[in-house]
């Protein structure tokens, strides 16, 4: 069984970064392509960026030009750039595979931006 914990979220004022992580335990992820979701309070979770095993990627366009996922397959890790931060992108943000089906979801990490 796979278990992904995210971590690197906080509080960030508009404008500001912050570095998402995921790690995965339980088996390798490396063949698999990873994503992160977020959901904010009252929405439906959504598919913001994704990486293919092999390292190509696509962004929502919220989030394009200003957020950059990556992977380290060496560390079992994936990772999420958030630059330009919006109050709009305040939401808790989830890593999975892609399609869905690798694991359960983790806890998430909860990104709050405001002034």
């Known amino acids: 069984q796979v278990q992904l914990v995210e971590s690197g979220g906080g509080l960030v004022q508009p404008g500001g970064s912050l570095r998402l992580s995921c790690v995965a335990s339980?088996?390798?992820?490396?063949?698999?392509?990873m994503g992160w979701y977020r959901q904010a309070p009252g929405n439906q979770r959504e598919l913001v960026a994704q990486?293919?095993?092999?390292?190509?990627?696509i962004y929502a366009n919220s989030v394009k030009g200003r957020f950059t996922i990556s992977r380290d397959n060496a560390k079992n890790t994936v990772y999420l750039q958030m630059n330009s931060l919006k109050p709009e992108d305040t939401a808790v943000y989830y890593c999975?595979?892609?399609?869905?089906?690798?694991?359960?979801w983790g806890q998430g990490t909860q990104v709050t931006v405001s002034s």
């Open positions: 339980g088996s390798i992820i490396s063949i698999y392509a």
């Open positions: 999975n595979s892609v399609p869905l089906g690798l694991s359960y």
């Open positions: 990486i293919t095993s092999v390292g190509s990627t």
